[in-house]
């Protein structure tokens, strides 16, 4: 703690699903953080109560409305504050909007990723952790994928994730000041159990969970699965589920690792290594829920990988960093979520509700201490 207290962090996209848990678990480790986010996918209601969440350490966060690809902005930022380190999690992520839309895709994610980059260069600040993606596995050969299996991508998000591994790679390679860890995420589902920040994605979700919960909710009336005739168990995909609260925590001790001084450019797998279906992942749901959700079989999503889980030996070895939540207890906190915010963030200005902490107190204790 003594350690982390000085430390200004910068993370980008931090008002986003996964930001926003991370800024929060990065608060109650004592950092001192500065979100910048455009708002493109996400609300300013999230820093908000991340801010009520964080109790004492409240003070400790900061907010600006910023486009990454905004040079002059983020380089007056880096002028005004000096950061330790930033965590990029600022990035468009719909699958298929990128293969309709592949410029808007390359445009934003990588032209932000290198402004980014050339600011930190210019500034001395040569740390980063990078949100990457079980997605750079393709439809893998083996499983688990291990932080060695071959790589591929499906589509241009898919790519954009690849070329910044390799963007990062070529930086490190060419300057070893650089600290890199590229951090390649499973499928993160789940919210903090407070049922305060959650996923609020816009439009017609594209992910299981979140299009889950609408149905849960009443907002869609089935959900559609893709594929049974898959070799699966039930003939569904599996997918390694993370509770986003432990990706969160991966986050922090992914920045602890950064300290260490024969870090170069390296990749973790954060995942549980469990596979999971999506009737086993309706099944946890509804009983967590007491919902019913009524399911419509169809086609393959074309892209879709048949089974995908993680290795996470690595993650548990050199970061010391291990997922501690299981299907129920992620379930239990989406639905935990969605029912006290039916419309996200913007439809229901509810007031902080914490019930059925599924975590330690001291995870929740901003969010305690304030009922
Ligand atoms: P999210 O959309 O909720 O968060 C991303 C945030 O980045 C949003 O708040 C958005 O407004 C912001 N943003 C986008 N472009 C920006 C720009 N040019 N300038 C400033 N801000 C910008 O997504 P998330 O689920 O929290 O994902 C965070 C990161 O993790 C993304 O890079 C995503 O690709 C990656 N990732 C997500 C998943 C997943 O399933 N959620 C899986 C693997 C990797
Ligand atoms: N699925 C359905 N119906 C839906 C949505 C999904 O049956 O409405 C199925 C999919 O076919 C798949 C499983 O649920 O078998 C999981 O699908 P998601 O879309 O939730 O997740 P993906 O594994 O396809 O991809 C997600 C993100 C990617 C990321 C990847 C790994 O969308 O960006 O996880 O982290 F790269």
Sequence with gaps: MVETMSQNILLTGGAGYIGSHTVLQLLLSGYKIVV???LDNSSAVAIKRVQELAGRHAHNLEFQQMDLRDKPALESLFSSKKFSAVIHFGGLKAVGESVQKPLKYYNNN??????LLEVMAAHGCKKLVF????????????????EESPLSAANPYGRTKLFTEDICRDLHQS??????????YFNPVGAHPSGY???????????????????AVGRRPALTVFGNDYLTKDGTGVRDYIHVVDLADGHVAALKKLADPSIGCEVYNLGTGKGTSVLEMVAAFEKVSGKKIPLKMAGRRPGDAETVYAATAKAERELNWKAKYGIEEMCRDQWNWASRNPYGYEGSPQKSACFLPCLPRNQVQGCLAQN
Excluded: H
């Design 197 to 215: 920040i959650g996923e609020d994605p816009r439009g017609i979700p594209n992910n299981l969970m979140p299009f889950v919960q609408q149905v």
């Design 110 to 115: 990588l032209i932000g990723t290198i402004t």
């Design 175 to 184: 300057d070893s000041e650089w600290k890199i860890i590229l951090l390649r």
């Design 36 to 38: 910048i986010d455009n």
């Design 131 to 146: 949100s990457s993606s079980a997605t750079v596995y393709g439809w893998p050969k083996e499983v688990p994928c291990t």
